[in-house]
């Protein structure tokens, strides 16, 4: 007797035998390699069709997807996923009967897994379609794609604020981060979504940016780009419309009555509209007046009353008059006071006179010498003004030497004083809301205060510097200003494909100071500065701590507040605005290469049999280098050879580290393996500071103390270095040389002329000579062009004066070095050495 289970029976592969009578068809499952119904003899001539076929589907994070395949009428069904069919045991298959056409229907289902999927990723993408079986043949169902969804957190661009008039179109631009699925896109106006459909004035395009039609004094706020898909959701930064309006006048209004004095006047109001937000005021006149004719003129009587009021206007006008001359002469004498006090002549041109010319005035050449009485200043400048460093060359022309330095000498404004304690500034700065990224490390940290005078901090032994040139602070301002390198492990930036970080990542701040000129950044980068192998990209970390593009190199704009100089291994980075900043840079091809500096320590002190040596491979710039000193003296290490550089290319192969020619008799490698290896990775990512390999070596007696070895470092299939060890471990017992650290011995801050090596009046004089253009070329491009600049001739022809940029750039080129001859050289040979001649003259001194 038949067992009847009903329309529906389920079974897996991996059941035992069972036979099913289901009145016309026999079902068997069992563990063998096949799952077969017999068909009726009515319908063994039928293809299976598909009732349902498998579609695309997204893994969110770790879920697993589920493949529904269902077909009539059919023997068998089977998965097959990237060419390869799925195992028996993993299908789930189902067997019902159609009620209407008595056709069997199977139905089978898979789960596919993100690790099924992550293992092919890159080389294909995963597919799978199902392959069902009758009698007569086979058919294929299409084939579906599964991918491992996700949705990065940087927008790829971001709204920008604006400020636009009333009725004006707008435009925010927005290009959601990369997902999949692709995201959908929608614009919140102050957290409210945006629907077009109930406000046609917004319009947003196919590629996501919004439009508003005609802006509305209601259109203002803060607008926000939202991208979503099936896994996350992400917001850009909000981006301000601001709508004003301009005011416009209202209509005439009639003319007055002729008056006494036989005019008429007429006014109008600037209120139609109103000036709103912003908005710029109404232009021209709100009143006017008219000569009435002889004939509408009021006949008045002269008197004594006319008398008295001619007297009174004439006495008003002398004591108006007298008021203003009075105000002048305080005006004038209050500047002057200002200049002595703090842009003295003689500070400002730092101590120099010009030789072989005699003051016409005798009795004012006491004036070289005078030291400036500076207790009495009004102004709220902090710091201190110091003479520069003593300089034994004169700055000299063709003729003979043109300037000699006066006595060193220092001048400090009493009227305020910088806290010593770097650690206080810190800790108060800590409470601003721009210093929350700033590390608390003060011995990398320099603070000063400047004004217009400008100035320049110095972080010692990093190649860190910001020069404030003068001008830079606007007159009247005061800033606090900071600069600090940043740990790279405690700011990490973000990096895709062939992406490395070629400098260490600096603070200066507060960011949002108003400055009227670029500032200048010096810092180390370890690119080979062939720029054909790189693309390097400026990078600035925003207020929310999110890192964007600000500048790619090659391709600056002079409209832009950025513009670098690179150098073989150092960055000039002109600037407007303050913040963090670093160099990243992506290889082009597999030539790019950057620059290692390979540095080998061992221990100051050895009592034992074992010794070791630590092998520092580390991007070239000062900064690590500094910190790894400063480490290997805390651990008592010693620098057993100088450092070396070794161009690592972006190739994928690994650095290997080996040592040989060990006196076998007396010293043995306790490494097991011929060489040791750091990845390409570890090194290409910059994102460990200074990775090192420490040899142990054992020395088979305590009182071996000569070691002779080869140790060397070579990345696989590329460039290589050795060191050629030969010292005894006993004889030099001191730990790492603290002069070593110091040999950056410059104040960190120097503020006014003491930060500069052109003197403030000489370098007015030099801008004001060469600023206006020469038929001849004997101008500021002449300058660039002898000082090796004439690439960036484009960037110094956008500024007010051009030779004030090329300055800035040669006195933070060349403070460390004081070549002031050569600038004197050069302004010779542009032919200019007769402005020099009187570049200072009695007045001004």
């Known amino acids: 007797m038949p067992l009847l289970l009903g329309p529906f029976v389920r ?53 697993p997807v589920t493949l529904t395949c269902r077909s009539t009428p059919a023997t068998q069904i089977y998965f097959k996923c990237n060419g390869e069919w799925v195992h028996q045991d993993d299908h789930l298959i189902e067997r019902t009967v159609d009620p209407a056409t008595a056709l069997p229907i199977m139905q089978v289902k898979i789960d596919i897994t993100r690790q099924q999927v992550e293992k092919i990723f890159g080389l294909d993408e995963y597919w799978c379609q199902c392959v069902a079986w009758s009698t007569t043949g086979t058919q294929k169902s299409q084939k579906a794609y599964i991918r491992i969804a996700y949705l990065r957190k940087n927008f790829e661009e971001e709204p920008q604020g604006k400020e ?71 917001k850009s930064t909000s981006a301000t419309v601001l709508v004003y309006v301009d005011g416009g006048w209202s209509e005439w209004s009639k003319w007055s009555a002729c008056g006494a004095d036989c005019s008429m006047w007429r ?7 109103s000036p709103g937000t912003g908005g710029k005021d109404c232009q021209g006149l709100d009143l006017q007046s008219l000569n009435c004719t002889s004939e509408q003129c009021p006949q008045t009587v002269s008197g004594a009353e006319d008398v008295a009021l001619y007297v009174g206007i004439v006495a008003v006008a002398l004591c108006l008059t007298l008021l203003l001359i009075v105000v002048v002469l305080v005006y004038r004498r209050k500047k002057e006071d200002l200049d002595a006090d703090v842009a003295d002549s003689s500070i400002l041109t730092t101590g120099f006179q010009p030789m072989g010319i005699k003051p016409s005035k005798p009795e004012n050449s006491h004036l070289l010498t005078i030291q400036p009485d500076l207790t009495t200043t009004t102004t709220s400048y902090q710091g201190t003004l110091r003479s520069r460093h003593d300089t034994t060359g004169k700055f000299s022309m063709t003729n003979g030497p043109l300037l000699d330095p006066l ?20 800790s108060r700065l800590s409470t601003q809301s721009y210093f929350k990224t700033l590390p608390r490390d003060v011995a990398n940290t320099s603070y000063g205060t400047f004004n217009f005078l400008g100035g320049r901090l110095t972080i010692p032994n990093t190649g860190i510097s910001l020069l404030i040139p003068p001008e830079a602070i606007p007159r009247g301002k005061i800033y606090e200003i900071y600069l600090t390198v940043q740990r790279k492990e405690d700011l990490r930036l973000p990096l895709a494909g062939c992406q490395t970080v070629l400098s260490p990542v600096v603070s200066c701040g507060p960011p949002g100071v108003v400055l009227s000129r670029p500032v200048i950044l010096s810092m180390d980068h370890c690119s080979d500065a062939c720029l054909d192998n790189w693309a390097v990209r ?23 507040p950025y513009y670098c100089q690179l150098e073989a291994e150092t960055c000039r980075l002109f600037s407007e605005q303050l913040g963090t900043l670093a160099l990243v840079g992506e290889s082009l091809h597999m030539g790019a290469a950057k620059r290692l500096r390979l540095v080998l320590f061992s221990d100051a002190y050895c009592s034992t049999l074992e010794y070791n040596i630590r092998v520092y491979c580390m991007d070239d710039t000062q900064d690590v ?87 060397c470092v070579w990345q696989v299939e ?85 030779t004030s940029m090329i300055l800035d750039l040669w006195e933070a080129q060349h403070f460390h070095s004081g070549n002031i001859n050569q600038l004197a050289t050069v302004m010779a040979d542009i032919g200019k050495q007769e402005a020099m001649i009187f570049l200072v003259s009695d007045g001004e001194c």
């Open 11 to 63: 079974c897996r592969f991996s059941a035992t035998l069972l036979v099913l009578w289901l009145g016309f068809a026999v079902f068997t499952c069992t563990g063998s390699e096949h799952a077969t119904a017999t068909l009726p003899a009515a319908f063994s001539d039928l293809l299976p069709h598909f009732l349902v076929e498998p579609e695309d589907e997204f893994i969110v994070k770790n879920k």
């Open 164 to 234: 636009v008039a009333l009725d004006q179109e707008v435009l925010l631009r927005c290009h959601p981060p990369e997902g999949v699925p692709q995201a959908e896109v929608e614009w919140q106006r102050n957290e409210d979504v945006i629907n077009p459909a109930s406000d046609p004035n917004f319009f947003i395009t196919t590629d996501h940016n919004l439009v508003i039609k005609k802006a509305r004094l209601a259109d203002t706020g803060n607008y926000t780009c939202v991208a979503k898909n099936i896994v996350a959701r992400r």
């Open 267 to 273: 006014s109008r109001e600037c209120t139609q509209p």
């Open 407 to 426: 006595p060193n000498g220092s001048h400090t404004l009493h009227n305020g004083k910088l806290t010593s304690d770097p650690a206080e500034f810190v």
């Open 538 to 560: 400026l990078k600035k970390q925003n207020y929310e701590g999110t890192w964007e593009d600000v500048l790619l190199m090659g391709e600056e704009l002079v409209s832009e």
């Open 625 to 711: 280098f500094k910190e790894v000193m400063q480490m290997e003296r805390q651990l008592g290490g010693r620098l057993i050879d100088e450092p070396h550089v070794l161009l690592f290319k972006d190739s994928y192969h690994n650095l290997r580290l080996s040592i040989h020619d060990m006196p076998q008799a007396h010293w043995r490698s306790k490494l097991l393996a011929g060489y040791q290896e750091i990845p390409f990775y570890h090194i290409w990512n910059g994102s460990q500071r200074y990775l090192h390999c420490t040899f142990t070596l054992e020395r088979l007696s305590l009182s071996t103390c000569e070691l002779t070895c080869q140790l």
């Open 718 to 802: 590329g460039e290589g270095q050795s060191f050629s060890l030969d010292f005894n471990i006993a004889k030099d017992t001191r730990a790492v040389d603290s002069e070593f650290l110091l040999m950056d011995s410059n104040a960190t801050a120097l503020a006014g002329p003491s930060a500069f090596q052109i003197p403030y009046l000489i370098r007015q004089k030099i801008c004001s000579s060469l600023d206006a253009p020469c038929p001849n070329g004997a101008d500021w491009r002449m300058l660039a062009q002898r000082l090796k600049l004439e690439r960036h001739m484009s960037f110094f022809a956008s500024k007010a004066s051009p």
